[in-house]
């Protein structure tokens, strides 16, 4: 593992990572580095956004870690967060020490901060009410969103979110903070204030293009097969017959090679679009199963399902993932190269997924070029799909920043 910084340069961004054990150490190393990168060390230009990821090791100092950076660097907003393992330049610093940071110059936009708690919670039950809570502009490009899974009402906050743009989509990429397995041992940066609960977004506007990827690391088995009676997380028909005995007939018919993805867990795939005529792979919300009532015949899903929508069984695979990855990063070819990049990938993804590190990192350099990237391992992703953004599990969230067209 690195123990010193790395950082790219191109445009209006850098990024910079680094492996070492001691807090105050990484943030002068990628204080330091942001620094340089940024035109060449000259600071005069100012650094209108730093996003900050530190592994669970700089809990304890995270505050310090960012105090480094912000005197550093003055940026106008700074937001951060605590994960399992963190990402960036060319490096995924998994189950290591690692703090990593992307800066960005992003002339001609407006950004507007804002942060949430169990304690001053957003007006989630009037959605008209979040766009002047929230800052939203009519020029609105990207709200970017870290929140600690255990206090934050998600599957209520994303809803809401895309309810209050009305007719038109207000995108969210972001992640959950994977730095604690229990309330309170996450750390939420918004300027100067660390928080333990609730979250922060900063929506930036005006003039910047910005295009989003999500990439699931999961594949459809079996056919699709509808829900026709349900109890909150608990699945207990199918298509008229009991959850269990549907998925285990499902299991029963696959072929040899299938039927071993299945030890690595089952998935459940909710279709996002029941218009579509087709469902294939980057149609379905991905969730868990948890387990199976088996006195009821039922399957306990990791998210409230109901009576009507279409479901389809997953199983994680590197080999989809991969090619799913490639295919989303050649369209973005298409386009003029990016300036900077934020990744927010599953902490199922990774070695664990691909047996080697790096695999998503090094996909997004070969197919967009070295674009300055930084990131971390989620207990959750947030990201686009169509009009509407959701939570995802077993993906890779990718939001790219260029020069407007």
């Known amino acids: ?7 790219n340069t191109t445009g209006n961004a850098t990024s910079a990572i680094s492996g070492h054990f001691d807090t105050r150490t990484a943030a002068m190393e990628v204080a330091e580095s942001l620094h340089a990168g940024l035109s060449g060390g000259d600071s005069g230009g100012g650094c209108d956004l730093v996003i900050m990821f530190a592994s669970f090791h700089h809990a304890a100092a995270f505050s310090e870690a960012s105090e480094v950076i912000r005197s550093t660097l003055n940026p106008k907003v700074m937001m951060g967060v605590t994960a399992e393992s963190v990402l960036g330049g060319d490096d995924e610093l998994e189950g290591a020490a690692g703090l990593s940071a992307l800066a960005l110059r992003l002339p001609g936009t407006k950004l507007h901060p804002f942060t949430f708690s169990p304690n001053d919670p957003l007006p989630l039950s009037n959605p008209t009410q979040i766009p002047e809570c929230i800052g939203l502009t009519d020029d609105h490009r990207v709200t970017l969103l870290l929140a600690d899974p255990f206090t934050t009402p998600v599957t209520r906050f994303l809803p809401a979110f895309n309810a209050c743009g009305h007719d038109r989509p207000i995108p969210i990429v972001g992640g959950m903070a994977s730095g604690g397995s229990q309330p309170g041992y996450n750390r939420i940066l918004c300027n100067e204030q660390v928080m333990n609960a609730g979250g922060v977004g900063v929506n930036i ?16 088995i079996g056919n ?3 829900i026709t009676k349900s109890e909150n997380h608990v699945i207990l028909e199918l298509g008229g017959r009991p959850a269990m005995e549907m998925v285990k007939k499902t299991a029963e018919s696959l072929p040899d090679h299938e039927k071993k993805m299945l030890t690595h867990g089952l998935l459940l795939g909710t279709v996002i679009n029941e218009y579509k005529d087709h469902q294939g792979r980057g149609d379905f919300l991905i969730r868990n199963v948890l387990g199976f009532d088996e006195k009821r015949g039922g399957l306990l899903a990791g998210e409230q399902s109901n009576v009507g929508q279409t479901i389809q069984l997953q199983v994680r695979d590197a080999k989809t993932a991969s090619e799913d990855l490639q295919l989303l990063l050649d369209a973005q070819q298409l386009h003029q190269p990016p300036f900077g990049a934020l990744l927010f990938t599953c902490n199922g993804r990774g070695q664990r997924l691909f047996g080697k590190p790096n695999h998503d990192l090094e996909m997004i350099h070969n197919r967009l070029g070295d674009v300055p990237t930084a990131g971390f391992f989620c207990a959750g992703e947030i990201g686009p799909i169509g009009d509407q953004s959701f939570l995802h599990g077993h993906t890779a969230s990718l939001v790219v920043f260029r020069e407007p067209s």
């Not at 506007?205 to 459809?220: K, L, M, N, Y």
């Open 205 to 220: 506007s005006g003039d910047i293009g910005v295009d989003f990827i999500v990439s699931q690391g999961c594949r459809p």
């Open 1 to 7: 593992m690195p123990d010193a910084p790395h950082s």
């Open 224 to 226: 699709p097969m509808v």
